[in-house]
């Protein structure tokens, strides 16, 4: 696609249910991140895929956070049994090759935990 | 870790220009960006510099570095209302693979 898309865009769900944030980069690039903004606070690094290397997990911010990325495109953030301070948005990027100076980044799921 | 400051907040009048200030602390950081974000969009790669230089412009951006303070400053020449929005300071590693932002500074220009 000509951008990285999110999806959903919006999400409210209740206290201790999973949710799935999903991510579609820029066709082509190899590496992939998720980063997390809470309300008024700066960009949290989540995890970083690179091609077929193992993930950079090392944002994540509790086991109860997990993402994967299939066929090297598109990258599912699962959130098990969901908590108030998880609410946030989530944000995705893609780049070519790791090189953070060509991220694009998506819109963003705004994830809301009532 | 790394640790990103910024001010919060920044109000202008259109025409003038707007100066956003960054401080980081890891002396190592080879990559600085910023990016900003308008309401309900997701963020815009503004501008990067590498850590050895210490200005870069670009058309009416000026980017600043001095890597001895760890101080990174945004100049917006002639600030219009479509430049209000949040900017973000990012400070990479040499492996690029994981960006450390600052809060964001919210940026208003008045009419």
């Known amino acids: 696609g000509a951008g990285v898309s999110q999806s959903p865009s919006n999400k409210v769900t209740e206290k201790g249910k999973d949710v799935e944030l999903r991510c579609d980069p820029i066709?082509?690039?190899?590496?992939l991140y998720w980063y997390r903004q809470s309300l008024g606070q700066g960009l949290e690094f989540l995890i970083y895929?690179?091609?077929?290397?193992?993930?950079?997990k090392s944002g994540l911010p509790s086991d109860r956070f997990s993402a994967e990325r299939t066929g090297g495109s598109v990258s599912t953030l699962t959130i098990q049994r969901t908590q108030q301070e998880d609410s946030a948005v989530y944000l995705c990027?893609?780049?070519?090759?790791?090189?953070?100076?060509?991220?694009?980044f998506g819109q963003g799921t705004r994830l809301t935990v009532v | 870790g790394e640790d990103v400051e910024q001010s919060l907040f920044l109000s202008v009048r259109e025409g003038d220009s707007s100066v956003i200030n960054c401080t980081y602390t890891?002396?190592?950081?080879?990559?600085l960006y910023w990016y900003k974000q308008e309401p309900g969009a997701g963020l815009q790669l503004l501008t990067y510099?590498?850590?050895?230089?210490d200005m870069k412009q670009d058309q009416r951006l000026t980017v600043l570095l001095n890597k001895k303070d760890k101080h990174l400053s945004l100049r917006i020449a002639d600030t219009q209302t479509g430049d209000s929005a949040i900017y973000f300071c990012?400070?990479?590693?040499?492996?690029?693979?994981?960006?450390?932002f600052g809060g964001g500074t919210r940026l208003m220009v008045k009419p």
């Open positions: 990027a893609s780049s070519l090759a790791g090189q953070i100076t060509e991220a694009f």
């Open positions: 066709s082509g690039h190899t590496a």
């Open positions: 895929f690179q091609g077929n290397s193992a993930p950079d």
């Open positions: 890891d002396s190592s950081s080879t990559y």
């Open positions: 510099i590498f850590s050895n230089m």
């Open positions: 990012a400070v990479g590693d040499n492996a690029g693979n994981m960006l450390t």
